[in-house]
T-cell receptor, first 117, second 115 residues
Framework: AQTVTQSQPEMSVQEAETVTLSCTYD???????LFWYKQPPSRQMILVIR??????QNATENRFSVNFQKAAKSFSLKISDSQLGDTAMYFC??????????????FGQGTRLTINP | GAVVSQHPSRVICKSGTSVKIECRSL??????MFWYRQFPKQSLMLMAT?????????EQGVEKDKFLINHASLTLSTLTVTSAHPEDSSFYIC???????????FGEGSWLTVV
């Protein structure tokens, strides 16, 4: 079974700083998807970024980028120029591809990120 | 992009009654939806996989008779909490997979309070 581990329960940085959230996972699969989701106080789960395991290039979305190290099974999220609106719970998640019904998300424990003014 | 809508966002019910939560995929068909429960300051816990036209698949430890799931159409799955008790109070959230099969979209979630 796949497992996802986020070793940082809480992090706090000043506005405009860069912050990196860690995520490691364990799987025997060679092809899979990795995600970072943001959950603000509203509790809405918002997709931040997605990475396909077969792609070597790290995914980027504006201020958000990942460092995907497949051999090390590491998938960290870097937030550049952090903003107050980035304050949220961040979840790393793993998904094995397949026909509909197979796409269960396995979540990490979450990292509570606070951006201070 | 794909949108998943969940209703109601908040519901209060009396102990012993049943309450239904709806999850709709608004602009795509979802043969499979997922129901999660989230306790305060914790991660999402998968409760069950909802399959259109067939029985739901429940995760270990989830009472199928208490949490009834119906997926009668390609755009709607419902979760009914039967004979609700205060310990069922929680945040429930649904999700559906995109047609491409590579992204999961979430509903807005539903706060259930049983008094």
């Amino acid at each position: 079974a796949q497992t996802v581990t986020q070793s940082q329960p809480e992090m706090s940085v000043q506005e405009a700083e860069t912050v990196t959230l860690s995520c490691t996972y364990d799987t025997s699969e060679s092809n899979y998807y990795l995600f970072w989701y943001k959950q603000p106080p509203s509790r809405q789960m918002i997709l931040v970024i997605r990475q396909e395991a077969y792609k070597q290039q790290n995914a980027t979305e504006n201020r958000f980028s990942v460092n995907f190290q497949k051999a090390a099974k590491s998938f960290s999220l870097k937030i550049s120029d952090s903003q107050l609106g980035d304050t949220a719970m961040y979840f790393c998640a793993f998904m094995k591809p397949g026909s509909q019904g197979a796409q269960k998300l396995v979540f990490g424990q979450g990292t509570r990120l606070t951006i201070n003014p | 992009g794909a949108v998943v809508s969940q209703h109601p966002s908040r519901v209060i019910c009396k102990s012993g009654t049943s309450v239904k939560i709806e999850c709709r995929s608004l602009d795509f068909q979802a043969t499979t939806m997922f129901w999660y429960r989230q306790f305060p300051k914790q991660s999402l816990m998968l409760m069950a996989t909802s399959n259109e036209g067939s029985k739901a698949t429940y995760e270990q430890g989830v009472e199928k008779d208490k949490f009834l799931i119906n997926h009668a159409s390609l755009t709607l799955s419902t979760l009914t909490v039967t004979s609700a008790h205060p310990e069922d109070s929680s945040f429930y959230i649904c999700s559906a997979c995109s047609l491409a099969g590579n992204t999961i979209y979430f509903g807005e979630g539903s706060w259930l309070t049983v008094v």
